[in-house]
T-cell receptor, first 111, second 112 residues
């Protein structure tokens, strides 16, 4: 079946360092969404990207959708302890109405 | 109101019990979802309702029975569950399918 590969699985950074998680697909994606889930919490929608080459920013977070619409990234500048959690990408591909989820990247931040 | 409300937050049930999970949203969203999430895994889709009609059933066992009484409410009826069904059950809604989801805080279910 269709898959979205997300790397890395885990990332441990010092507070103030940058962090990036990547999602890749072998098929063209219609859109890609990003979610954050804090430990013990529920997924929280961050953003949806739809257009080829799209770049969106939310304060220290930068989201990119590749030109071929097969990959996406989430970059956090100068991480803070509040950034701790698991970041998931989730995408629709073609006519598939079902959202395909990456396995998530778990971010730990040392103060 | 920008929330999805789920009740109960925690549930412990025996394998012969019948219980229901409830989900409510008042954002005018027309798509609603049930997901199951195990620890350290992504959410796993169970059911999708679109405009109050069941549009996707991900081959979920019949011991899980969804119901959408109206555009704001979604229920998940549970009967004769197994211990391996213990998980976090998440309800979500979106404007329509293919829009970003608003998740509820979930029901943490333990089957004993």
């Amino acid at each position: 079946g269709q898959q979205v590969m997300q790397i890395p699985q885990y990332q441990h950074v010092q507070e103030g360092e940058d962090f990036t998680t990547y999602c890749n697909s072998s098929t063209t994606l219609s859109n890609i969404q990003w979610y954050k889930q804090r430990p013990g919490g529920h997924p929280v929608f961050l953003i949806q990207l739809v257009k080829s080459g799209e770049v969106k920013k939310q304060k220290r977070l930068t989201f990119q959708f590749g030109e071929a619409k097969k990959n996406s990234s989430l970059h956090i500048t100068a991480t803070q302890t509040t950034d701790v959690g698991t970041y998931f990408c989730a995408a629709n591909a073609g006519n598939n109405r079902k959202l395909i989820w990456g396995l998530g990247t778990s971010l730990a931040v040392n103060p | 109101d920008t929330e999805v409300t789920q009740t109960p937050k925690h549930l412990v049930m025996g394998m012969t019990n019948k219980k229901s999970l409830k989900c409510e949203q008042h954002m005018g969203h027309r798509a609603m979802y049930w997901y199951k999430q195990k620890a350290k895994k992504p959410p796993e889709l169970m059911f999708v309702y679109s405009y109050e009609k069941l549009s996707i059933n991900e081959s979920v066992p019949s011991r899980f029975s969804p119901e959408c009484p109206n555009s704001s409410l979604l229920n998940l009826h549970l009967h004769a569950l197994q211990p391996e069904d213990s998980a976090l059950y998440l309800c979500a809604s979106s404007l329509t399918e293919n829009y970003g989801y608003t998740f509820g805080s979930g029901t943490r279910l333990t089957v004993v």
